[in-house]
């Protein structure tokens, strides 16, 4: 059996290394891919663009692929499932109209309102000056979002009523494009945040174990939003009950909110939550796609083949799967990024150490690089996500950051507190 992984990222790298494991995978290929599925044995890269949609269908048919999976959200956006299901093949990932939960935080919003689900109050302004009178209404300190995608770039947690300003005139102004023409101004919840993705057929919904990402690129939570800057799994943030109730408060209900917009939706379902200090679990954003750190957690805590949770979720047959099966394991990811990210960063460093620290047993999940002849280089703002497990948190975290401490190029950075809320 063979797969086609649309994607260049950690997420994918992650994701072609998981399916690889299963003896029923002869060969994974990945689109544009990065140098570490370059390197990976059964796996190889093939460049085309990942908006190049005709291309991708020809070489899934012309070479037999069982199934496509969409890694990042912006092809989701633009409509690749409706393109490739249209030639009959099969695809891990929601339609165009599905992915309006990530593309469109107002439209989304609409439906956890219908739907009933809680997430905090919000309000959607695409005019400045209506936008300022809200915020001096509302007050600091407040969350402000680009409405469309903006690679995890378009939040600002605005701790001033200056800063909330800011962020709105920027937005409004074209920072971030097309995305940004539209602003979701929402009240700041206090808590944890978690992650829970979850898969679904469009019938049946099922969580996957529940992550903490580290969002903001300073320690201790500070500084500027990215696209995450590590993770760890499973959180103890969320327990038995507390998953159960996110599964009926949360997953089930939006299930059927995107039922009654009659939307099938096949793929990952990514709610982002954050847990307040009442206990209860309230969404901050849905997401289309697999989590970035998140997936590379959770990929190597799951026992169950991941080729056959995907195949039951195209094939609408997700109610018929056995419980998940899990390692229990703890997982911990540290990012090593370039040196300013998440604004301008230098890319063409060299990487060392890559092998050394394959050896101490952590898995290297490649993101934002490329192999240049036999030298990989940075080439991109998160470079590398190590991954590494253990038998308590402590010692997945500990090992991690030896795996890290293995690895060198210029001008390379790391958070040092990846987990330190579980180690708290």
């Known amino acids: 059996m063979k797969a086609l992984i649309i994607g260049s990222g950690g997420r994918e790298h992650a994701l072609a290394w998981k399916l690889l494991q299963s003896p029923r995978m002869t060969e994974v290929v990945c689109i544009p891919g990065n140098g570490g599925t370059a390197l990976l044995a059964g796996c190889r890269n093939l460049p085309l663009s990942i908006s190049d949609f005709e291309g991708i269908a020809r070489f899934s048919l012309v070479n037999n692929m069982a199934f496509v999976v969409i890694g990042p959200e912006q092809p989701l956006a633009d409509g690749i499932t409706d393109y490739l299901q249209a030639q009959n093949i099969k695809v891990f990932g929601p339609t165009q109209a599905g992915a309006q939960i990530e593309a469109s935080k107002s439209w989304a919003k609409a439906l956890m309102q219908a739907a009933g689900v809680p997430t905090a109050a919000s309000q959607t302004f695409t005019e400045l000056s209506a936008a300022i009178a809200y915020l001096e209404q509302q007050g600091a300190p407040i969350v402000v979002k680009a409405d469309g995608l903006a690679a995890g770039k378009g939040v600002t947690v605005a701790p001033t009523l200056a800063a909330a300003k800011t962020a709105v005139s920027e937005s409004l102004a074209g920072r971030f494009g097309a995305s940004g023409n539209r602003v979701v101004i929402e009240t700041y919840l206090t808590g944890q945040e978690v992650s829970v993705l979850a898969v679904t057929d469009g019938l049946t919904i099922r969580p996957l174990i529940p992550a903490q990402d580290h969002k903001t690129i300073g320690e201790g939570d500070t500084g500027a939003n990215t696209g995450g800057m590590g993770a760890y799994a499973p959180t103890p943030v969320v ?23 009659e939307i099938t939706y096949c793929g990952v379902l990514y709610a982002g939550l954050i847990i307040t200090p009442q206990g209860d679990p309230k969404v901050i954003e849905f997401n289309c796609r697999f989590g970035d750190p998140e997936t590379q957690v959770v990929l190597p805590l799951l026992a169950t083949p991941l080729e056959e949770i995907m195949l039951a979720c195209i094939e609408q047959r997700l109610a018929e799967l056995p419980p998940f099966e899990w390692k229990p394991e703890a997982a911990a990811c540290v990012v090593m990024a370039a040196a300013g990210y998440p604004e301008a960063y230098p890319k063409g460093m060299a990487i060392h150490g890559l092998e050394a620290a394959a050896e101490t047993g952590a898995v290297v999940f490649h993101a934002g690089t490329k192999r240049v002849q036999q030298q990989v280089q940075a080439n991109g703002g998160r470079v590398l996500g190590v991954t ?15 795996a890290v401490d293995c690895i060198e190029f210029e001008q390379s950075y790391c958070r040092r507190d990846i987990g330190y809320r579980v180690k708290a």
């Not at 327990?239 to 917009?261: S, V, W």
């Not at 590494?388 to 030896?402: P, Q, R, S, V």
């Open 239 to 261: 327990d038995e009950a507390l998953l159960t109730r996110i599964q009926t408060e949360i997953l089930q209900p939006i299930l059927q909110a995107l039922q009654q917009k």
């Open 388 to 402: 590494a497990t253990g038998e308590t948190f402590e010692a997945a975290i500990a090992h991690a950051y030896k």
